[in-house]
Each structure stands twice: as C-alpha cells, then as structure tokens.
C-alpha cells in the first residue's frame, strides 16, 4: 500500500495534475529548483525497516531536494492475495530506494513495471542489506551487480593492494559474510564522481558490517567506494566494494552496503546515522534520479580520525 499516497491526496489538485500528464510521456527528469520524488520500498527486511523508513524519509527531505513517499509490501510469508495489492506507483517518482530484504516482489507485474522504470531512466539506490534481496530476478541482480549470495551464486570483485580490481569467478572464494561490527575507513576510489566529489578520500565510518565476498553477475561496475576487510575482524584481507553503480538501459543502479541496524551492543541505528553514510545515500538519490549532484558535503562530514554522527 502506498503511504505517499496519503500526503498526495492532500496536495491542491492543481500540482498534482501535472504529475500525471508528465507520466503519460515516460519520464522527465526533475530540474535543479524542483524537488527529487523518492520512492521508498519496505516492508519486509531483516533490520528495523519500521524506524529506518521514517529516519531515511526524514533525513532526505532535510535536504530541501527531496519529497519522499513510502510503499510497503505485504509482510513476511504473505500469499499471492497479500502481494494482489500491492502497486507501487513508479510513474510517480524519479528514484527508488529500496530498504526492503524478502523475497522477490509480487506480482510479476511489479517487477515488469519496474525494470522498464529503470530501463526509461529512473533510479535505483539500495542500501545495506537491500542488495540480500529479490534472489533469482534476474533484473534486479544485474542491476545490483553483487548481492549477499552464496560463491555458487556469481563472481565476486574486490580490489587488490594498487586499487585495481580484481574479479573472482563463482565457486572460487568465499561467498558474501561479515565480521563482528567495528569502525572502519572508507575509501573513495572515483573523487571525481558526482556522488563522491569533494568527500575525504578516506574517513572513519561508524562502528557497522563490513560486508565481504558479496557475490553476482558484476558487470559494468563502477566501484565508487572500497573498504579494507581486516583479516582480525573476520574478513578477507582485501578491499571490499562499498559504494557502486551500473548504468541500466537509461537509468542508473547505485547500491551502498553501509547502513547495518540492530544487534550486540551496538546502539539503536549508528551506522545509519553516520553522517557520511547519509551523504552518500541523499547524492546517490539525487544522482540517479537527474545526472547531478547539487547536495553539498557538509562541514561535520566524518574524517580520517573522527566519525560524524547527527542526532
Ligand atoms: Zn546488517
């Protein structure tokens, strides 16, 4: 059910009107003074999707270039009758972003509607453990490039020490896991990339997963942003993507596996509260949906000793 719904129902008809005669001829791409429709889609996920939603809907439309509204699936185990209702209106938003982690979305309708949103040049943002989502769509797993799968499930990219990228074919390798929650540096591996223009190129992220040995079809990659899987946290021993996009026919997959919530004894939903965590998911939102970037990179971004968190 569509929670945006809601907040559009009340909106003068004359600015809603040319929301729709604008989604008879496809998409048009939001300009710089008009503000970026988010769509975002939960539901089900292993990590409190009922308070992230409203901190992510919140924190973008902080921005001033964003209104965001919400459509949520039917909940875990729900029958073929739950997903009936189920119709997310993507002629209505520019991007999407998914804090959803189930099973792939019902009916297939939904999923056909959506891969032609990408394919006309709408956006897609996971974030965290929304790339666990959707197994055996073939759509979103191209779209996504890597996902929390097993080493039979696809090839797995890391970086080797000069920073080039190396590619593991499946079978080879661990598959996607990670260690116990720590602080961590990120590592900006494109400084001239819309989204990660003018960011540190290394700052200390929050205590969070690092995920590692992620796994998919990974093609046309560009990894945005990188960090080291520590040997003595339990990874890898490489740098492991953190930060991506995947051009889809028109449109643009941006995938950010920061952003864990929940579990041992870690207070409630730091990672997402990281302030370099919100600035990239915002410009990834903004990115996908129009090409540039206007949000800026605040003077409280973390920095190579210091994390950042808001309130
Ligand atoms: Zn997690």
Known sequence: MLGGMNMRRLLPLFLIAPVFVLAGFGISKPGAGEKVRVLIIDGQNNHNWKDTTPFLKAQLEKTGRFEVAVATTPPRGA??????????DFGACDVVLSNYNGPKWEPAAVREAFEKFLADGGGLVNVHAANNAHKGWDGFEKATGLLWRGNADGARLYLDQVG????????????????????????????????????????????????????????????????????????????????????????????????????????????????????????????????????????????????????
């Open 79 to 88: 029958k073929p009758e739950d997903w009936a209702g189920f119709k997310p």
């Open 164 to 311: 080039k990228v190396m590619r593991m074919e499946k079978g080879e390798g661990p598959g996607a896991g990670h260690g116990p929650q720590h602080e961590y540096l990120v590592k900006i591996r494109d400084g001239e990339h819309p989204i990660t223009k003018g960011l540190p190129t290394e700052w200390l992220h929050t205590k969070d997963e690092l995920y590692h040995g992620q796994r998919g079809p990974a093609e046309d990659m560009e990894i945005l942003a990188t960090a080291l899987s520590a040997k003595d946290k339990r990874g890898t021993g490489v740098h492991e993507p953190m930060l991506w996009w995947i051009p889809v026919g028109k449109g643009k997959a941006v995938t950010n596996v920061l952003g864990h919530v929940g579990g041992g004894d870690v207070p409630h939903m730091p990672a997402m509260k990281c302030v370099g965590f919100l600035t990239l998911t915002a410009r990834a939102c903004e990115w996908a949906a129009t090409g540039e970037v206007t949000i800026p990179v605040l003077d409280n971004f973390p920095t190579k000793d210091k994390v950042s968190l808001v309130e």
